[in-house]
């Protein structure tokens, strides 16, 4: 999970700003924001003036007949041609709203929008369509908030507002592949998908981990469960099983992350357990980060046993993060960690043949990735997924050596940058490269140092990434950029006054999971852009894929805190409403 800072009151529907024709923009804007990287006399007046209305007054009649004539030889035609026009317009309309997440009712109608690969019935149940080119509203969330959302490419994953999982997907069932609910009852508030395997963390802190296969739910042993009603106790709907860190007193687990065989358990004391996730195989990457664990030397005790991350002793862990096969860790004062495979460089140290992984969290030299002595640098979120992985660093401004301070016009500024190493055939690295392996982190030039004008600070202040989500192949970020939403009640979209936090795409798309309609890998973050209802307004108007900020919108007759959130997993892409 990206750490963001507390946000004003989300928005929940994905919109498409538009920049307006100049005809068409208002004359007062409340609000801008900008961007940077850095004559004749009384009797001949009265003679003009008659003459000229004498004249106009016989224009004006002949004109008036003329207009009758044709008015009635014209009207049917004219209405025919005016109802295929509104026809046109409609389904132009209809075409914007199903491909680019613009919902035309309500800013008040959440809901769950999917693109990407769908051989196994994930984005869209209901089709027999191999891939969903364009974002596609999956109508069993219609109306609904969730609390979290994972996709591979066989199977989807979900809590829903009350905490119950649900799922879908042929990875789930052969036959039954709609969405339905599976484990419920558990207040669950989060989850990570490994090869086979959910695991579910719930809001008292206890882990669950169950089959993905319907089949293995039904047949695997069922636990005994307590029920409200006393002396009375049954079995759970379906098999899984209790994970069990050796907590403290008063600890508990609050973040779960996790790869295709392993998971990372953060608790509230800081402190980091890892966990074999998988019943298909064992980790074998060193991703667990306990040295020298292996199937063959793995404790006594259940396969799925809980390791605290010795390494970690000490140290106050605030955030973590997983790749299919990698680790990685933030501590409290800024430190990254990172272990587990380095195939393709995705640790951010040399790779070595010899030993392609690391079993020992290894904290990387931040500051020399800054030339001289004037910035002090610190990793404020991490991320990860497939073979990649991406920090943003907070770098701030400082004397250097021999400097007068009262010289330095910048001092204390932050630039706000984002690195990433590991692999990019695909692009995934966002540099404008598709190279096969970068072991040693490189800057993502799009996405660092920016900065926009608060009118309200009245300075320039640094963009930061509110979200980062990162797929097997490809990545999305969501721009921390000011946003704003009317607070008053509206039922248009176009509102110019509205807009919202930019999202942008980059990576792999062999399956069209970055939802801009065409096949072509991205290697630099680019913006989905909605297609012009008329090809003459090309030059006029764009429009690009946005969620909007936090807010207090309606589901039913309930009003709830929402926002949006993208996620990006195997192959598949996904914007839904979020509590």
């Not at 990875?171 to 669950?188: A, D, M, V, W």
């Not at 008292?204 to 981990?209: F, I, K, L």
């Not at 396969?303 to 990698?326: L, N, P, R, W």
Request: glycine share 10%.
């Amino acid at each position: 999970m990206w750490t963001s800072r507390a946000r004003q009151p989300v928005a929940n529907i994905v919109t498409v700003s538009r920049r307006l024709p100049r005809s068409a923009r208002p004359a007062v804007i409340p609000w801008r924001r900008g961007y940077t990287s850095n004559g004749p006399n009384a009797s001949e007046q009265s003679g003009s003036s008659s003459r000229w209305l004498k004249t106009s007054l016989g224009l004006a009649g002949t004109g008036a007949a003329a207009f009758l004539v044709y008015t009635y030889a014209t009207l049917d035609k004219n209405q025919a041609g005016s109802q295929a026009d509104t026809k046109g317009l409609s389904q132009a309309t209809e075409q914007l709203d199903s491909q680019y997440v613009q919902h035309k009712r309500s800013l008040k109608s959440p809901g769950v929008y999917v693109w990407g690969t769908n051989s196994y019935r994930v984005v869209d149940p209901n089709s027999k369509e191999t891939v969903i080119k364009t974002p596609r509203r999956l109508r069993y969330f219609d109306d609904q908030v969730l609390r979290d959302l994972k996709l591979s490419d066989k199977s989807g994953a979900a809590i829903a507002e009350n905490g119950d999982l649900i799922q879908w997907g042929k990875g789930y069932s052969e036959s039954e592949f709609k969405p339905t609910k599976t484990l419920i009852g558990k207040n669950l508030t989060s989850l990570c998908m490994s090869n086979d395997r959910i695991l579910a963390l719930s809001s008292d802190g206890s882990v669950y981990s169950l089959p993905i296969a319907k089949d293995d739910q039904q047949s695997g042993r069922k636990l005994k469960e307590s029920s409200w009603v006393p002396f009375w106790s049954g079995k759970s709907g379906v098999s899984y099983r209790l994970l069990q860190p050796s907590l403290k007193l008063g600890e508990k687990v609050t973040m779960l992350r996790g790869g295709l065989e392993h998971a990372l358990l953060l608790t509230n004391h800081g402190r980091v357990f890892s966990v074999a996730s998988s019943t298909e195989s064992y980790p074998s990457f060193g991703q667990l980060g306990v040295p020298g664990l292996t199937w063959a030397t793995r404790p006594n005790g259940p396969v799925d046993m809980c390791h605290e991350i010795e390494a970690f002793k000490g140290i106050k862990i605030t955030q973590i993060a997983s790749g299919d096969y990698h680790s990685l860790a933030l501590s409290k004062d800024g430190s990254l960690f990172t272990f587990g495979d380095n195939s393709f460089g995705q640790l951010g140290m040399a790779f070595d043949a010899a030993l392609p992984f690391s079993d020992t969290p290894t904290s990387l030299p931040i500051k020399n990735l800054y030339k001289g002595n004037t910035t002090f640098p610190k990793v404020t979120g991490i991320a990860a997924g497939g073979a990649n992985s991406f920090f943003t660093v907070d770098a701030q401004r400082i004397v250097g050596p021999g400097e007068n301070p009262s010289t330095v016009r910048d001092l204390d500024r932050i630039t706000a940058d984002t690195w990433t190493c590991g692999r990019g055939i695909w692009g995934a690295l966002g540099t404008g490269k598709w190279t096969h392996m970068q072991d040693a982190p490189t800057k993502v030039k799009s996405l660092s140092g920016l900065f926009e004008y608060d009118e309200r600070k009245k300075k320039l202040t640094p963009i930061r990434l509110r979200d980062l989500s990162v797929g097997t192949t490809h990545v999305s970020a969501v721009m921390d950029n000011d946003a704003h939403i009317d607070p008053s009640p509206s039922n248009s979209l176009d509102d110019a006054t509205n807009f919202g936090f930019d999202v942008l795409f980059w990576g792999g798309n062999e399956h069209f999971q970055l939802g801009t309609g065409r096949r072509s890998n991205q290697s630099k973050p680019t913006h989905i852009n909605a297609p012009p209802e008329d090809k003459g307004e090309l030059a006029e108007q764009e429009a690009r894929l946005q969620v909007m900020p936090r807010h207090k919108g309606k589901v039913g007759p309930r009003t709830v805190n929402m926002e949006q959130r993208v996620e990006c997993g195997r192959h598949i892409s996904a914007i839904y409403s979020s509590v």
